[in-house]
């Protein structure tokens, strides 16, 4: 069963990343680092972003035009870097 900061993190990252491909910008990506950090504040692991990325990329490719599939999956791969790098700083930091 998902916490309810599990459920937080994957409405949020449901709605980031479709922004973020349909708009790819500073501000759009922003919001991916922000999820990150907020993940973090919660106490939320690697684990959780990655499954909640999963889901909103499933949901992005089944929405996505044919032809648009390639850029939707790197666009994703971009958001999903920018939201574990607050994971990273933190590991640096130790």
Do not use: C, K, W
């Not at 922000?34 to 490719?61: F, K, M, P, S």
């Amino acid at each position: 069963m998902a916490s309810v900061e599990q459920n937080e993190l994957r409405r949020s990252y449901a709605t980031g990343l479709p922004a973020y491909v349909r708009e790819p910008n500073e501000r759009t990506l922003r919001a991916a680092y922000e999820l990150g950090r907020e993940a973090v504040t919660r106490e939320l692991d690697v684990l959780d972003l990655a499954l909640v990325h999963h889901e909103a990329l499933a949901a992005a490719l089944r929405e996505a035009d044919p032809e648009d599939v390639e850029r939707v999956i790197r666009s994703a791969g971009d958001f999903l870097v920018e939201s574990l790098s607050a994971f990273e700083m933190i590991r640096r930091a130790y």
